[in-house]
């Protein structure tokens, strides 16, 4: 993974690798990683994934097709602008 460093912003560079990082699940499987996981404690959770997984794509499945309704957006709140003080 390689995150180049613009004008010497060393914060924005660091968020993006964060961002890209969690995007790849690098910081899931340092969890899973710390202690040993049992193989059939192993089977066990990927089958559950597995079922969530399907579980959510039925899911998506049939609201795209009109059976079941499609969760409701939030609506931004809208912002009041902000006020510059007067410089003393």
């Known amino acids: 993974m390689q995150v180049l460093v613009r004008d010497n912003n ?3 560079a660091l968020r993006v690798l964060k ?12 969890k899973q990683r ?14 559950t994934e597995a079922i969530r ?3 959510k794509l039925a899911r ?3 609201q795209q097709e009109g ?4 969760p ?4 931004p709140e ?3 602008p902000r006020v510059a003080a007067p410089a003393l």
């Open 78 to 80: 809208q912002r009041t």
């Open 34 to 47: 710390r202690a040993y996981e049992k193989p059939s404690e192993r089977r066990a959770r990927e089958a």
């Open 60 to 62: 998506k499945k049939a």
């Open 72 to 75: 409701k957006r939030k609506q």
């Open 19 to 30: 961002k890209k990082m969690q995007r790849e699940g690098v910081f899931r499987e340092m």
């Open 53 to 55: 997984r399907a579980r």
């Open 67 to 70: 059976l079941l309704p499609r």
């Open 10 to 12: 060393v914060e924005q």
